[in-house]
Nanobody
Framework: DVQLVESGGGLAPSGGSLRLSCRAS????????MSWVRQAPGKGLEWLSD????????WYADSVKGRATISRDNSNNVLYLQLNNLKTEDTARYYC??????????RGQGTQVTVSS
Protein backbone atom coordinates (compact mmCIF):
# COMPACT_ATOMS: atom_id res chain seq x y z
CA ASP A 1 0.00 0.00 0.00
CA VAL A 2 1.08 3.56 -0.65
CA GLN A 3 2.01 5.31 2.56
CA LEU A 4 3.04 8.91 3.15
CA VAL A 5 3.98 9.80 6.73
CA GLU A 6 4.67 13.43 7.54
CA SER A 7 6.65 14.66 10.53
CA GLY A 8 8.47 17.73 11.76
CA GLY A 9 5.55 19.94 12.62
CA GLY A 10 5.00 21.59 15.97
CA LEU A 11 4.93 24.97 17.65
CA ALA A 12 7.32 27.57 16.30
CA PRO A 13 7.73 31.30 16.85
CA SER A 14 7.01 33.87 14.22
CA GLY A 15 10.22 34.37 12.27
CA GLY A 16 11.41 30.88 13.05
CA SER A 17 11.97 27.88 10.82
CA LEU A 18 10.72 24.33 10.48
CA ARG A 19 11.75 21.40 8.32
CA LEU A 20 8.94 19.04 7.47
CA SER A 21 9.62 15.50 6.31
CA CYS A 22 7.50 12.96 4.48
CA ARG A 23 8.58 9.36 4.44
CA ALA A 24 7.15 7.46 1.48
CA SER A 25 6.67 3.76 0.92
CA UNK A 26 4.72 1.35 -1.25
CA UNK A 27 5.55 2.91 -4.62
CA UNK A 28 8.61 3.83 -6.72
CA UNK A 29 9.26 7.18 -5.03
CA UNK A 30 12.10 8.20 -7.34
CA UNK A 31 9.79 8.14 -10.37
CA UNK A 32 6.94 10.25 -9.03
CA UNK A 33 6.35 13.97 -8.78
CA MET A 34 5.71 15.05 -5.21
CA SER A 35 4.07 18.07 -3.63
CA TRP A 36 3.25 19.82 -0.39
CA VAL A 37 -0.16 21.30 0.37
CA ARG A 38 -1.65 22.71 3.56
CA GLN A 39 -5.00 23.38 5.13
CA ALA A 40 -5.52 26.17 7.62
CA PRO A 41 -8.39 26.05 10.10
CA GLY A 42 -11.67 26.72 8.35
CA LYS A 43 -10.06 26.98 4.91
CA GLY A 44 -9.60 24.74 1.90
CA LEU A 45 -6.47 23.00 0.73
CA GLU A 46 -3.72 25.32 -0.47
CA TRP A 47 -1.03 24.10 -2.86
CA LEU A 48 2.46 25.09 -1.75
CA SER A 49 5.11 23.41 -3.87
CA ASP A 50 5.89 20.74 -6.46
CA UNK A 51 9.11 18.88 -7.27
CA UNK A 52 9.81 16.61 -10.23
CA UNK A 53 11.29 13.13 -9.71
CA UNK A 54 14.91 14.13 -10.37
CA UNK A 55 14.65 17.41 -8.42
CA UNK A 56 15.63 19.48 -11.46
CA UNK A 57 12.48 21.59 -11.32
CA UNK A 58 10.50 23.01 -8.46
CA TRP A 59 7.55 25.38 -8.19
CA TYR A 60 6.21 27.45 -5.32
CA ALA A 61 3.03 29.27 -4.43
CA ASP A 62 3.38 33.01 -3.98
CA SER A 63 2.47 32.61 -0.32
CA VAL A 64 5.72 30.74 0.42
CA LYS A 65 7.99 31.75 -2.45
CA GLY A 66 11.33 32.92 -1.10
CA ARG A 67 10.67 31.31 2.27
CA ALA A 68 10.24 27.66 1.33
CA THR A 69 12.50 25.04 -0.19
CA ILE A 70 11.21 21.69 -1.35
CA SER A 71 13.68 18.86 -1.73
CA ARG A 72 13.80 15.09 -1.85
CA ASP A 73 16.12 12.21 -1.05
CA ASN A 74 15.34 9.48 -3.55
CA SER A 75 17.81 7.11 -1.91
CA ASN A 76 15.78 7.12 1.30
CA ASN A 77 12.32 7.90 -0.09
CA VAL A 78 11.92 11.15 1.83
CA LEU A 79 10.40 14.47 0.78
CA TYR A 80 11.22 17.67 2.65
CA LEU A 81 9.87 21.18 3.02
CA GLN A 82 12.04 23.78 4.69
CA LEU A 83 9.98 26.78 5.71
CA ASN A 84 11.75 29.89 6.99
CA ASN A 85 10.62 33.25 8.34
CA LEU A 86 7.44 31.66 9.63
CA LYS A 87 4.33 33.79 9.84
CA THR A 88 1.20 33.26 11.91
CA GLU A 89 -0.69 32.68 8.67
CA ASP A 90 1.50 29.61 8.09
CA THR A 91 -0.45 27.89 10.87
CA ALA A 92 -2.02 24.89 9.16
CA ARG A 93 -1.88 21.15 8.73
CA TYR A 94 0.76 20.27 6.13
CA TYR A 95 0.41 17.29 3.82
CA CYS A 96 2.70 15.66 1.30
CA UNK A 97 1.09 14.49 -1.90
CA UNK A 98 2.05 11.91 -4.49
CA UNK A 99 0.92 12.56 -8.08
CA UNK A 100 -0.99 15.76 -7.31
CA UNK A 101 -3.98 16.31 -9.62
CA UNK A 102 -3.64 12.84 -11.12
CA UNK A 103 -5.94 9.86 -10.72
CA UNK A 104 -3.23 8.20 -8.65
CA UNK A 105 -3.03 11.09 -6.18
CA UNK A 106 -2.44 10.12 -2.57
CA ARG A 107 -2.14 12.46 0.42
CA GLY A 108 -0.65 11.67 3.80
CA GLN A 109 -2.25 12.26 7.19
CA GLY A 110 -0.41 15.52 7.68
CA THR A 111 1.61 17.24 10.37
CA GLN A 112 0.36 20.27 12.31
CA VAL A 113 2.32 23.50 12.25
CA THR A 114 1.39 26.26 14.68
CA VAL A 115 3.17 29.59 14.52
CA SER A 116 2.95 31.84 17.55
CA SER A 117 3.12 35.61 17.32
Amino acid sequence: DVQLVESGGGLAPSGGSLRLSCRASGFPFSTRGMSWVRQAPGKGLEWLSDIVPDSRRTWYADSVKGRATISRDNSNNVLYLQLNNLKTEDTARYYCVKDRLMSTEVRGQGTQVTVSS
